[in-house]
């Protein structure tokens, strides 16, 4: 992650459009501040998408005060609701005090499944025992991967998803890309031989969305006097949060809830990026559900004087290929960001997720969740 400055920008948010495109032109030049103030250019939307007949416009903003792994982050947000730009970068602010976001990501391991259907009894050993070849015909279609350090690295079978039913799970290191292109082509790349190991009819080939292997970890320790806001002292701030997050645990109604202040923070700098938010978004929610039981996505408790945070999720991001290539707008959200890996932008989602979230909780603790956000609401009418 390079920095590109300092993501304190005090009184950001009272400057004009104006003076704030000024502060962004002197961090990445004037060319960068034309291509975000021109948009998307309806003939790059054309082809991007069918049918394309138009163009529907996001606000763009910039959450500031983050500070992730000792680096000054300024996270890019495109979302049309208010209040979460300011919720996160006030978040960000306290957590900053106390050294910032620390964080941690899986490699970029994605998984292409291949559905065989009706195998012979002895399809398992015999894949396990070809699984050298089968990677060497998952890398021979994607040469060019293979040649950058990435490709398939481990063939796995599945016996658990049905009696007349085996299922290969084709693990592939994608470096900075999502991957979902490349994994579906090496899955149809291996199905033949797949067949003919197995005697097994083939059935889907297709990445799966459950980045189990590819998670993404951020936490935080907040001293409590740090959380103190309108009448309420920082430990009573701090054990509401806490308490709140029991609540999730306890009932799915309001676990989703809680998801979905993360998903604020994530989403926005998703979208902003030009990554599949919806992809992350189902992953993120399975692992919710992961133990049978459909729970939240961070963890908050009060210890030692601090209030301690943390989030774990299935982040298959990337800062290459896609729309993140295309879209002008996500190419200069990719260099306000100073992302230099899809692990860099994995790092910076889960924290803005935990921003978010602490925002939210911490708000519901003290004055309650409507006051600052229908305050923001009103500058639209």
């Not at 692992?287 to 039981?293: F, K, L, P």
Request: glycine content about 12%.
């Amino acid at each position: 992650m390079k920095t590109q400055g300092t993501s304190r920008l005090s009184g950001f948010y009272r400057k004009t459009l104006e003076e704030r495109l000024e502060i962004i032109g002197r961090r990445l030049g004037d060319r960068a501040v034309e291509a975000v103030k021109r948009g998307l250019p309806l003939d790059v939307a054309d082809n991007m998408v069918e049918n394309t007949v138009g163009i529907l416009g996001l606000p763009l903003g910039v959450a500031t005060n983050f500070v992730i792994d000792g680096v000054e982050v300024l996270v890019p947000m495109a979302i049309e609701e208010p209040s979460v730009i300011a919720a996160a970068s006030n978040a960000a602010r306290m957590v900053r005090g106390a050294g910032g976001f620390v964080t941690d990501v899986d490699p970029p391991h994605t998984v292409a499944q291949i559905e065989l259907l009706d195998p012979r009894p002895d399809a398992p050993a015999r894949i396990a025992e070809a699984e050298a070849e089968l990677l060497e015909v998952a890398d021979a279609s994607q040469p060019e991967l293979l040649s950058l350090g990435g490709g398939a690295r481990l063939v796995e079978t599945r016996e658990d998803v049905g009696r007349d039913r085996i299922v290969i799970h084709l693990v592939v290191d994608c470096l900075d890309a999502m991957g979902a292109n490349i994994v579906n082509t090496m899955a149809e790349a291996v199905s033949t031989k797949l067949a003919e190991l197995s005697g097994a009819r083939v059935g889907l080939r297709i990445l799966t969305n459950f980045a189990d292997r590819r998670r993404a970890r951020a936490r935080c320790a907040i001293p409590l006097e740090a959380l103190a806001r309108r009448g309420f002292s920082g430990e009573q701030v701090a054990r509401g949060v806490a308490a709140a997050c029991e609540f999730a645990k306890a009932d799915p109604y309001r676990a989703v809830t809680h998801n979905k202040g993360i998903f604020n923070g994530v989403d926005a700098l998703l979208v902003a990026t030009g990554n599949d938010w919806r992809a992350v978004e189902a992953g993120g929610h399975a692992w919710a559900a992961r133990n049978g039981t459909y729970g939240p996505l961070t963890q908050w408790r009060v210890e030692g004087g601090r209030l301690m945070g943390s989030i774990e999720m299935p982040m298959a991001v990337g800062i290459v290929g896609g729309a993140s290539r295309a879209h002008p707008v996500a190419r200069f959200s990719l260099e306000l960001l100073g992302a230099e890996t899809g692990g860099d932008l994995a790092k910076v989602a889960v924290c803005a997720g935990l921003a978010s979230n602490l925002a939210a909780l911490a708000a519901l603790a003290g004055e309650g969740i409507q006051r600052g956000h229908m305050r923001l609401h009103a500058r639209k009418t």
